[in-house]
């Protein structure tokens, strides 16, 4: 069946410093890939996708890249910020995303 | 944007009470909707599919007689925790499928529940 693996936090960085965020799969067939975003005491919220192969998937600063020969899907910024503290869930969706499979998650935390 | 508002944000009970969490499509209409729960550190763990006018889909393991969903109408899903007991205290959520112009369909989420049984 299809998972996600996520390494594991809590990852502690200081504001500014570059952050990577391993995530690997494994699924039959052409899934989607998503990472999620769960700020402290609320809900879920798509961070970014990408659909097929070698698709780079943006937001806010932060970028993953589709890659179909690694099985991978990392998640990166820059220069991170306080206020991306947050838990982000690496997730993949088979098609018809009639369900999603997350990883465990990662925390982040951000220091000043 | 699509919202998906859940209600109530947090709920305390008695053990043995119920407990109905609602699941509302704000903006569209969500023919499917899903059910998920997260322990703490963990990863949320699907429970079940909610399709409107029809029986919800449970995944393994997940009692159909302990957490009902009915999904009355194409905006309406909700979770009733049945007799509910300290073990069933966790965080749910509900997603939606919202359909984008993009041709790529993508979950919007709930802010969650957070159930707590005494």
């Known amino acids: 069946g299809n998972s996600v693996t996520q390494m594991e936090g809590p990852v502690t960085l200081s504001e500014e410093a570059f952050l990577t965020i391993n995530c690997t799969y494994t699924a039959t067939g052409y899934p989607s890939l998503f990472w999620y975003v769960q700020y402290p005491g609320e809900g879920l919220q798509l961070l970014l996708k990408a659909t097929k192969a070698d698709d780079k998937g943006s937001n806010k600063g932060f970028e993953a890249t589709y890659r179909k020969e690694t099985t991978s899907f990392h998640l990166e910024k820059g220069s991170v910020q306080v206020s991306d503290s947050a838990v982000y869930f690496c997730a993949l969706s088979d098609g018809g995303y009639q369900k999603v499979t997350f990883g465990t998650g990662t925390k982040l935390q951000v220091i000043p | 944007g699509a919202v998906v508002s859940q209600h109530p944000s947090r709920v305390i009970c008695k053990s043995g009470t119920s407990v109905k969490i609602e699941c509302r499509s704000l903006d569209f209409q969500a023919t499917t909707m899903f059910w998920y729960r997260q322990f703490p550190k963990q990863s949320l763990m699907l429970m079940a599919t909610?399709?409107?006018?029809?029986?919800?889909?449970?995944e393994q393991g997940v009692e159909k007689d302990k957490f009902l969903i009915n999904h009355a109408s194409l905006t309406l899903s909700t979770l009733t925790v049945t007799s509910a007991h300290p073990e069933d205290s966790s965080f749910y959520i509900c997603s939606a499928r919202v359909n984008k112009y993009s041709g790529a369909n993508v979950l919007t989420f709930g802010a969650g529940s957070r159930l707590t049984v005494l």
């Open positions: 909610s399709n409107e006018g029809s029986k919800a889909t449970y």
